[in-house]
């Protein structure tokens, strides 16, 4: 069982930045795939990012490549995601998953944090 508790969200004018935590507890950290996914309105849970056990590879999604970036401290047990240069349709709640595994539709999370409301204002 992993415990999930994300923060950082918050309200943003388009071009500004956030950042993203999520405190992980009830496993060892070090051999949990991580990564954070995101719901906009009315639409379907989407995939943002991922990275390794030991934060050596990471795996953004085509949509914020290149303005977010993951990473992980397995000495504090959290991950991160830097947003950069957001957008409007970026607003979405955020959130942190654990034991992500591919599938055909892309990639799934044996666990979820309860989310983080980011609001992306024009």
């Known amino acids: 069982q992993v415990q999930l508790v994300e923060s950082g969200g918050g309200l943003v004018q388009a071009g500004g930045s956030l950042r993203l935590s999520c405190a992980a507890s009830?496993?060892?950290?070090?051999?949990?795939?991580m990564g954070w996914f995101r719901q906009a309105p009315g639409q379907g849970r989407e995939f943002v990012a991922r990275?390794?056990?030991?934060?050596?590879?990471?795996y953004t999604a085509d949509s914020v490549k290149g303005r977010f970036t993951i990473s992980r401290d397995n000495a504090k047990n959290a991950i991160y995601l830097q947003m950069n240069s957001l957008k409007p349709e970026d607003t979405a709640v955020y959130y942190c998953?654990?034991?992500?595994?591919?599938?055909?539709?892309?990639?799934?999370?044996?666990?979820w944090g309860q989310g983080t409301q980011v609001t992306v204002s024009s």
């Open positions: 009830g496993r060892t950290f070090s051999t949990i795939t």
């Open positions: 990275i390794s056990r030991n934060g050596g590879t990471t």
């Open positions: 998953a654990a034991d992500l595994t591919p599938s055909t539709s892309g990639w799934r999370a044996g666990y």
